[in-house]
């Protein structure tokens, strides 16, 4: 069946950031704890932004944080990738994402966003490849933690702007099994593409509806 709407994750499903946003998160708790936090080992990829700022603070810091400690660190991770977003040299657009983005627009899909990073984050992190153009609404790590309730949460939003959809129709792409069981939970149709750490086999497994080697193959659907 035809997609109505697609949602696309952002890290490596779209583009690649050349650690960016890792190198940001060391910046922002060496800036706040004098703490270069490596968030790599303490979270995995696919996790939202408030799980890994979460499970990152307690492992280096041995505690939970507090909403106000939260508030300043997320401001902080913000400020260093709007910066380094623009000077990292291995970012780069994946293949074939513009392409297909361009082919949905032309046969009437409607395209959001469905991401685990702050909404900030996600925005600043397509702003490079002038990706945002593309994306008429979205769902963010900072609507809510769990990937489950954002998907379905971007699920709401477009039914907002299109009457009588129903979640069948709505195709959900990532590069991770999170985003693969957020969109099975959500009663979505999972798009897995193996552009990121995950291979065709692992997405397969973890039961993506579909699964693509890259953006560069066929859509599914079109």
Do not use: F, N, Q
């Given at each position: 069946m035809k997609p109505v709407v697609v949602l696309f994750d952002v890290d490596e499903t779209l583009v690649h950031t050349g650690g960016a946003g890792a190198r940001s998160w060391k910046a922002a708790f060496d800036k706040l704890y004098g703490i270069p936090a490596d968030i790599g080992e303490h979270s995995s990829a696919g996790e939202t932004d408030p799980q890994v700022a979460r499970a990152t603070f307690k492992g280096v810091l041995g505690r939970d944080p507090s909403v106000d400690e939260l508030a300043k660190l997320y401001a902080q991770y913000l400020l260093v990738l709007a910066d380094d977003i623009w000077t990292s040299k291995e970012y780069r657009v994946l293949p074939g994402a513009e392409q297909t983005l361009v082919l949905l627009g032309q046969r009437g899909v409607m395209l959001g966003l469905v991401s685990g990073a702050m909404e900030g984050a996600a925005r600043t992190k397509l702003m490079p490849a002038n990706l945002n153009r593309f994306f008429i609404f979205g769902a963010y790590?900072?609507?809510?933690?769990?990937?489950?309730?954002?998907?379905?949460?971007?699920?709401?939003?477009?039914?907002?702007?299109?009457?009588?959809?129903?979640?069948?129709?709505?195709?959900?792409?990532?590069?991770?099994?999170?985003?693969?069981?957020?969109?099975?939970?959500?009663?979505?149709?999972?798009?897995?593409?193996?552009?990121?750490?995950?291979?065709?086999?692992?997405?397969?497994?973890?039961?993506?509806?579909?699964?693509l080697g890259s953006l560069e193959d066929p859509f599914p659907g079109l």
């Open positions: 790590g900072s609507d809510s933690p769990d990937r489950s309730e954002l998907t379905k949460l971007a699920i709401d939003k477009a039914a907002r702007l299109h009457d009588g959809l129903t979640a069948a129709e709505v195709y959900v792409v990532g590069d991770t099994p999170h985003d693969i069981e957020a969109t099975k939970a959500a009663g979505a149709v999972s798009v897995g593409v193996a552009s990121g750490h995950y291979s065709i086999e692992e997405l397969t497994a973890t039961g993506g509806k579909h699964v």
